[in-house]
């Protein structure tokens, strides 16, 4: 399948095979057969106990296992994966860990105070730097690089919501710098653009070798991560499973896209779905139209976000929020793959010709407000980390960290994070699936009319993931 050229629609295709991180992570060979070396992949053999249970095998359950083994090596840790550890919305990605959260620094500010707001977006810029280094620590090959990334505005609007941005993040720490027109041009060749924003704090990787390198050294230590074993029922000291019951004094959930059905009362997650698709690595002319040497991350400011990553074998991976969210995995329909062939050639007409050879779609979870939820609640024992929206490798590491240092006591920086909840939780707002895919929908009938009339939407409200 070729990226047609602007405007040119696309000769109907089958669906393509997905995700174009699996072949590299030996992923494939695994949905056909074992899991994990000394994984027990075979599911739970009857009832068990542990000091530590963890419900999920993605970013947020694999980084709180790693982190609790860091503070206390001799603590007993099972992580309970209803299918293979790696295969969840966090592997299925589109290759950035970047200090970006769906909420922003003001509205942090907003709620929690200045202070909260500075520390929350330190933890996230430094947790950039945490995955490389533990990539590096434990020789995960996951093609780990500083890249930085590039926003290009492309309407009145999106320009003026970028300045306002660009200009207030040195006071939450952060490095954006406002570009002009002609400096954009030297990182990327998207067309129209009237301005654009640059951050260092953003690397590209392959996030299915970085968490299936992640699962192997958990499972060198001596964490228990047990695959094909999905959990039906979390409750304090109990965690009960389709194969048997593992009694324990602490219980992390950390089932990303699931929490609905593992937490049902539970209504401040809403699982939601991004498509994307990667081309065949690009030529040597293509290569050079594009730009994005540097393996740069490239988003436009639209409501409707694109995103696009080039690999470590030059491909480029693009990713939009889904149009309809009740098949949130799988491989995609070809009116999908259209939609997001367009906005690719789009911003980067340079890769009009070049090859789609996947598109896929994974499942995320997401708050009403963008902030992720990450606690514990002593006296039942249970924990969470979930809600990590679209930007969720960087912050998923943050709150493993986390919630090591809460279920070992420690009072520190990240157990202060405005984000952390103490309590039983649950006092956020819903977040209702309708009610996001409304909000995204909104975002495209704004981003339309900015296009058209060149004045700020009044178009209220947007999806913050
Ligand atoms: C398409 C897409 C692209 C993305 N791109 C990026 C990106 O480029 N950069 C970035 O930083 N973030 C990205 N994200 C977001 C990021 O991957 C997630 O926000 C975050 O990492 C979620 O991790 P998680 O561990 O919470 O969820 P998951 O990775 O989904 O892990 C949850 C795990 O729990 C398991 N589970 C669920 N229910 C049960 C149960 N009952 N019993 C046992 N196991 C269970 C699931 O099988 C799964 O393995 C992307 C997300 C998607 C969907």
């Not at 206390?72 to 589109?94: F, I, M, Y």
């Amino acid at each position: 399948m070729t990226v047609p050229p602007r405007g040119e629609p696309a000769a109907a295709q089958p669906p393509l095979p997905a995700p174009v991180w699996d072949d590299a992570a030996g992923l494939v060979d695994d949905r056909a057969g074992g899991g994990l070396d000394g994984g027990l992949d075979g599911g739970l053999d009857g009832d068990t106990v542990a000091d530590v249970v963890v419900v999920g095998a993605g970013a947020a359950g694999l980084w709180a296992a790693y982190y609790l083994l860091e503070a206390d090596p001799a603590l007993d840790v099972v992580v309970l994966e209803q299918a293979r550890a790696a295969t969840g919305g966090s592997a299925r990605g589109l290759g950035s860990c970047s200090a970006r959260l769906a909420v922003s620094a003001e509205d942090v500010a907003r709620t929690h105070g200045p202070a909260a707001a500075r520390s929350l977006r330190a933890a996230m810029r430094d947790a950039v730097v945490e995955v490389g280094g533990v990539a590096a620590a434990e020789e995960i090959d996951c093609n780990f690089t500083y890249t930085g990334a590039v926003t290009v505005a492309r309407t009145l609007p999106q320009l003026a919501r970028m300045r306002s941005r660009t200009s207030g993040a040195g006071a939450w720490g952060d490095e954006e710098h406002l570009l002009a027109p002609d400096a954009v041009a030297e990182h990327v060749g998207t067309p129209g653009v009237l301005g654009g924003s640059w951050t260092p704090d953003s690397a590209q990787l392959d996030p299915a070798r970085l968490l299936r390198g992640l699962a192997d050294v958990l499972v060198a230590r001596g964490v228990r991560l047990v695959e094909g074993t999905r959990v039906v029922r979390v409750s304090p000291g109990a965690v009960v499973t389709e194969h048997g019951t593992v009694r324990t004094r602490v219980v992390v959930r950390a089932p990303g896209a699931w929490t609905p059905a593992v937490a049902p009362a539970d209504h401040t997650v809403a699982a939601a779905a991004v498509d994307l698709l990667a081309t065949e690595p690009l030529t040597g002319a293509a290569r050079r139209d594009v730009g994005l040497a540097r393996g740069q991350g490239l988003a436009d400011a639209a409501h409707d976000r694109v995103e696009v990553r080039p690999t470590a074998d030059g491909r480029l991976v693009v990713a939009l929020p889904a149009r309809r969210t009740r098949a949130r995995t799988g491989t995609l329909a070809a009116d999908d793959v259209e939609r997001l062939r367009r906005r690719l050639v789009d911003v980067l007409p340079g890769a009009a010709g070049t090859r789609v050879t996947h598109a896929w779609r994974a499942p995320l979870a997401v708050t009403r407000d963008g902030m992720p939820r990450v606690g514990l609640d002593r006296d039942t024992g249970l924990g969470w980390a979930v809600g990590f929206g679209r930007d969720g490798l960087a912050a998923a590491n943050v709150a493993g960290r986390t919630l090591a240092d809460l279920v070992t006591g420690s009072v520190t920086e990240l157990s202060r994070l405005p984000w952390v909840e103490h309590g039983a939780g649950r006092t956020r707002l819903p977040a209702r699936p309708t009610a996001l895919a409304l909000a995204t929908h909104v975002g495209r009938v704004a981003d339309a009319l900015e296009a058209r009339t060149g004045r700020e939407s009044r178009v209220p409200g947007r999806a913050r993931w």
